[in-house]
C-alpha cells in the first residue's frame, strides 16, 4: 500500500533553513508527480511545490517561490524540500504527496520558525 513518511521539521529561526524528506512506498515512485503541501492551524491545506517524475519539471506556490526547492532522488524513492529564508507564516504541517494518490497522506512533519 502506498506509505508517505516525512521527516525533518523542526523549530528554526528567522531567516534559517530546514530540509525536509519524504520516504515513499507501495507504488512506482520513479514514474510519478510529486508534491509538497502544507497546513497551518486554522487554515486549509496549502500547496506548496511540485516536481514531475523524472525531477526536471518544478513548480512553486507564490507565497515560498525563490525561497523552497523542491527535488527527488528516484534511486532513494525521496522527495525532499529545501526550504531557505524562512519567515514566521511558514509555520505549518507539512505532508507529502503523491498525485496520482491524492487521498493518501502521511504523517506530516512539524514546521515553526519562531525566535
Known amino acids: 500500500q502506498v506509505q508517505l513518511v516525512e521527516s525533518g521539521g523542526a523549530l528554526v529561526q528567522p531567516g534559517g533553513s530546514l530540509r525536509l524528506s519524504c520516504a515513499a512506498s507501495g507504488f512506482t515512485f520513479s514514474s510519478t508527480v510529486m508534491r509538497w503541501y502544507r497546513q497551518a492551524p486554522g487554515k486549509e491545506r496549502e500547496l506548496v511545490a511540485e516536481?514531475?517524475?523524472?525531477?526536471?519539471?518544478?513548480s512553486y506556490g507564490d507565497s515560498v517561490k525563490g525561497r523552497f526547492t523542491i527535488s527527488r532522488d528516484n534511486g532513494k524513492n525521496t522527495v525532499y524540500l529545501l526550504m531557505n529564508s524562512l519567515k514566521s507564516e511558514d509555520t505549518a504541517v507539512y505532508y507529502c504527496?503523491?498525485?496520482?494518490?491524492?487521498?493518501?497522506w502521511g504523517q506530516g512533519t512539524q514546521v515553526t520558525v519562531s525566535n
Open positions: 504527496n503523491a498525485r496520482v494518490f491524492p487521498n493518501n
Open positions: 516536481i514531475s517524475s523524472s525531477g526536471t519539471r518544478t
